[in-house]
């Protein structure tokens, strides 16, 4: 059985093999491990690789794998090999918000020539200010949402022409 | 005693105060914003009322609504927690003029404290030292020019109203004034509905050391030691621990002393902090005066014993101090960890959302003050603090010990939280040997990113649990009939299918 | 200092005792019955090994298996928790024969306070006050009838590895003796492996109140202060908590020193316990020796600040006792309450299941040593013990309400449990007097019914979630639009449906 | 909507009634409650009733809805108006298990006369013994399973004639 994730914007293949108790996994064709003592209950995973034992927390929805591993998190994102838009307009034509919050200011209008790294808005957030800057330099094309407003994650805020 | 106290906070810190309440037979009344409708502290109080929209200005910073709420509900007592309106004097002027107490100072002493300036003229008379700055608050940025010109570059700026870090900006030049200026107020609007700010010399290389005291109205007074809270990121600490591993007994007792002289200076009632910076020559010097129960107040409680909360409600309806100063000891190691709603891997964005699964630890020496709750929705509108973790031990190396392990079994799935981030300052050699000062967290940047030294066992455990999850939705159509004597085993054995 | 630790037993204590070992940089290696294949303890270990089936001889009581998994994985040590084999002399033998660290006495000093002739020989010569009975054990009836007629009726029977009530029945005539000497050595049998019983002249109306030891092998010996533990079901504790509400300073002192002498004499090491009846006219008689960490521990670690677990293992490491007798004081009050799976509202019937809902409580002075999870199957093999809730507070009655209030809020759902009935003991005027002895259960057992006080409000909330569980399975069709702005609140908001 | 549950053999009945925001509730057609502000949230329902504030968890099965009410669990039973056939066993032909466990006496044989209240088997669970008394005076018809053997709960040990 074949897996791919995306961790921090890299693919990993995870081949899974079950031979009588023991699970053989081979990782990105290079790294090879031997899985025994597989145990599921509710959301602890624990299994036994290379006479270790981890016990790790899981949590899976729809699109991700949510894991803590000796406090460590990772989230594994199910791959969807064709580049989101959202990872193009991040580099190129518009600013949008990482996190939900409050659209607290938008120092630049329609039709402004702006400058890579200006402010282009500042979101608000747990209480801590967010200034986003210009991806590059550039005219300010569209602006959604105004001043006081609430904004999404990842809605995008600011476009450039 | 209070009858019923209303409670002007949310989170951990209101589910702390409803303790302590019940704790001493007073009623609670919570109150929340519309998004804190399901919030865990409402499960806390014995009546609840709703005071607004969800933006704070709107709802924990609202003092008409919150006097209205407290006013409806028949309280004689007002509790506001930390952040929010705990500072504010214009609410504690509202209680005083509703014949409502507010569990704090007056809002004269709020006032007089609050007013750093006037703070440090006091606090210069008792001769304690302080560091230079401003003698005012104002929005001139030309005052502030001169002001900077005078105590010399870098300088620090500072919300007066302020507290946590929200606000504060340290600037290295003139240039950079302004802009800084603008920011800080614009911060300290928003958290403290009060826009003022001032500036004053930076100290490098300091430790911040804090002191808790406690004063009731007939001028009894006694201080509970220090906290060392030097972790800090943006002027936010995140890790504190008592004792401070870098005073001596006769720092401490000099410390403590003129702790106590700043209190009574100020006629301060109610507990308080003093906080000071200690330079790298172990010289200190008057910071300001945290008017309110502090976020780490629980650590002084772990090694002291005393109830911090209970002592402020005694104190707030007028009873006598019963505690004396030489009964108050230190008693083994305690260090706090903030568990805050955020990504420190990607520049600590914050991360409100749903708690898709919670397990929080507990056992010997562990205390988890906690405002959150599986299934829960963080909302973006408010600090992102979730919970406290509160580890005590018989010394310091046992405590980073058990704090390691602990962090280890505290699991929150769903949103992104600073809990990896905090092990692995725990587990820097500098923590460990105690040697560390406010620029830490700038200093063991590189350092304290995470290695992702476990990502194959996380592939391999995402793969898995895919895997199992495919067997499980077919548990339904498979008996297991070994052990028929059993039938609860029935439901929770099942084994993974075979390929 | 040992590297792998076996700690042999499972639930609450096998973590217990997994955290003192990783805190001390030890691996532990777990082990499991068949049923026990995802019980909580295995998660806090390094290895773990299957050590049988699930019925307790063929596994936890398995001195065969268990050395061969210790050697199998290369222990050095094994910690045997309480119950099981923890004070089996052929287990230390076993340890003791294959160069494995037994944490406990001696293999002869566990004969010797195991013996209670013996022991009670060993105590008469330290001029500690003893309880008349029987000089042996054996299984002849007759001499058990000769015995009672000599002490005197009411007399109780005990099994000779006995603690925890096991195998413990009072007989107030000689007609019951016989029954009651069967039915004691079938759960001696089964509890301990051993059918050894004794008699024992029954003290009426006493306070139980033990002392905890330490003794290292270099002869330094310590107390840490008393438990109370009069409140007791069939013998079996239920409640603790120390300081006990009867002593004073002078008689503490006594039986302190009485301990120390009982634990000096009976040449004990490492951590122990020295159990008294005290009469209602504070006359103590020297009861057992317990030769193990008890379920109660904990109380005294809180009011001490020593970790008794992390001290036996030191000990037996062979490391010398750093503790000073005159530097142990009792700080605060300590109250634990043990969670049964048992139904007390039916005769006290085992509860064993799924756990359905969990959840435990947590915040200041509040400690749970848990052996549970959500969703986990309780089995029916071992001990009803599913976890300890241990409160502290700086005093008896604020420690009392913070255990009422802790226990509310201590909430599992799908199996019975006894957080209702202990509420119920906890808030009893008596109980809050300080004034109990070990009737106390029998005496108010009509008192401590349930009153069933809430059952229209049961009855409401089973009708709405009901009511609200056919809403929620309409919420994926319904569309929370107004608050556009914050997409995990359309996931977690949703309003009852109307009619 | 009315609503039947079984609670310590007894049948009660609770009418809801929605009206706004509130919820009328007769309880066994006599107790009156108004009842406000109700919010579920997995498992915690919380509500106004005559203006005091319940928080309660709550966990509901097919057959079972499972309370905890201020540290007091209530359990209460879809109710099931036709007698079960162990509610009648109880009272008079046999005695069963009350828990799951190791059967390890049956102090009786079959054809035995046995008086009510002597001991027809022992029950242990949780290493504690029960015994298991006669219902009545009789004669054993049929004894179910051995010494030593595991017993399901409310599984019939010994049957009387």
Redo the contacts between chains.
Sequence with gaps: ?E?K?N??EQV?K?N?E?TDDL?K?I?NDK?E?N?SD??????????K?ED??????????KDK??????????I?EKDKTSKTKTGEQQKGNSVFS?????L?KVPVSVGDEVKSGITLAIV???????ELPSPRDGIVKKINGKEG?????LQVIVELE | MFKKILIANRGEIAIRVARACKELGICTIGIYSTIDKKSLHLRFMDEIEWIGDS?PLSSYLNIDAIIKAAKQTKCDAIHPGYGFLAENELFAKACEDNGITFVGPNSNTLNLVADKVASRNTVKKVSVPIIPGMEMTCTDLNKFKQAAKEVGYPVMIKASMGGGG?GMRVVHNEKDLGKSIA?SQ??AL??FGDDSIYLEKYIEQPHHIEFQVLRDNHGNCIHLFERECSIQRRHQKIIEETPSPVLNDKLRIEMGEASKKVIEASNYTTAGTVEFLLDKNKKFYFLEVNARIQVEHPITEMITGIDLVRQQILIAAGEKLSLRQEHIKQNGHAIETRIY??DPD?N?????GKI??L?EPQGPGIRVDSGIYQDWNVP?????ILSKLIIWAENRDLCIKRTTET????????I??N??YL?RIIKSPSFCRGNYDTHFIDEHEEKLL?K?E????????????????FA?SAINFQKVSTIKSTPWQEI?KWE?C??
């Design positions: 059985m897996y994730f961790f921090l990993h995870i899974l079950k699970f996994v990782i790294q491990y899985i597989v145990e599921v209950e509710s959301n602890l995973i624990s299994f690789a270790k034992i981890y016990n790790i927390y899981c949590y899976s929805d794998t949510h894991l803590s591993i000796d406090g460590e998190n990772y594994l990482p996190m939900p919050g409050l607290v608000e957030a747990m209480k801590m200010q967010n407003e609430q904004v999404d994650a | 933006p929200k920011i614009r911060e928003s958290s709603a955020e990607n600590f964005v914050p991360s409100p898709l699964y397990s973006p509108h408010y600090d992102p962090l280890k079994n505290y699991i929150i799935l769903g992104k939280t809990i990896g092990k995470p992702q476990k990502l194959d066992i996380a592939l391999i455990a995402g793969a898995l649990s895919k895997q199992v999850g499980k929770g993974i075979g390929q």
